[in-house]
């Protein structure tokens, strides 16, 4: 609003003489400045109050309307640039989302639908096609069974993931079966007669062994460990068994 001086006294010449400057008050506006004035204040007040809280915060502290519009528009640009930041960032994580191993499906639901919220703030669209064949085509491999009677009995086109996420919970416990049965199978197998050939003796035969004495079965070694040495005896045993078995049966 500037500043004013007041007028204190004429002097003998008839000029006036002025105080010390200070600001202009309100009370020292004309009708059309406070007109002006008024004006002025609710827009900047207008403007504040339609601000996003984060800009808010940043230009708060300006009183000139021009710069408050000035570095409203740089921010907003700003704001922009970063919501197509995000929008790549989503882009990504919804292409590379997956099931983490030893998630459950609960956590899983969670971290999906928190990445959906995301994405629906800054007005990313997805079909619903899109949103539940992402879902339930990157689970982990025990819920693979539950997800073919999903795809074949519910379809993808006509529910949401939620509805998914209710159906496919109620198979938890066989989900987690299932995996028991996976890690089980996965594991490294042990040829049992290669390990047989590896700790035993060399095989002896008596070249005055009748045609019709028994097959002789190596013996394992004094110093095997136990595990190993009951390996062999569990199949020194069948072995001998089948061999009976057989010779019975030809007779």
């Known amino acids: 609003m500037g500043t004013v001086r007041e007028t204190l006294a004429e002097s003998i010449e008839g000029t006036p003489q002025y105080g010390q400057e200070r600001p202009r008050a309100y009370s020292d506006l004309t009708s059309d400045e406070k007109d002006r ?7 900047t007040n207008i403007l504040l109050q339609r601000l996003p809280k984060d800009i808010y915060t940043l230009i708060n502290h300006y009183t000139d309307a021009k710069d408050i519009w000035d570095n409203v528009k740089m921010l907003l640009e700003g704001s922009k640039l970063t919501k197509e930041d995000q929008e790549s960032q989503l882009y990504d994580d919804f292409e590379h989302f997956q099931q983490h ?11 999906f639908a928190k990445l959906i919220n995301d994405m629906r703030n800054i007005n990313m669209k997805m079909s ?19 997800v073919t009677a999903v795809k074949l009995n519910r379809g993808l086109r006509d529910s949401n993931y939620e509805q998914l996420y209710v159906y496919l919970k109620q198979h938890d416990t066989h989900a987690k079966e299932n995996k028991m049965m996976l890690e ?13 050939s590896n700790v035993s003796n060399p ?4 070249p005055s062994s009748s045609a019709s004495s028994s097959t002789q079965v190596p ?14 005896e569990n199949l020194t045993n069948t072995l001998a068994l ?6 019975t049966f030809l007779r």
Do not use: C
């Open 203 to 206: 095989q002896h035969y008596s």
């Open 242 to 247: 089948l061999t009976q078995s057989y010779r």
């Open 37 to 43: 004035y008024n004006a002025y204040i609710r827009a």
């Open 184 to 196: 089980r199978f996965s594991q490294p197998i042990v040829d049992p007669l290669a390990l047989l």
């Open 219 to 232: 013996q394992p070694r004094a110093d095997s460990n136990s595990p190993i040495k009951d390996l062999i």
């Open 101 to 111: 191993k030893g998630e459950s499906i609960h956590d899983y639901y969670i971290r």
């Open 128 to 146: 619903r096609l899109q949103l539940n064949s992402k879902f339930v085509n990157n689970m982990l491999p025990e819920w693979g069974r539950f």
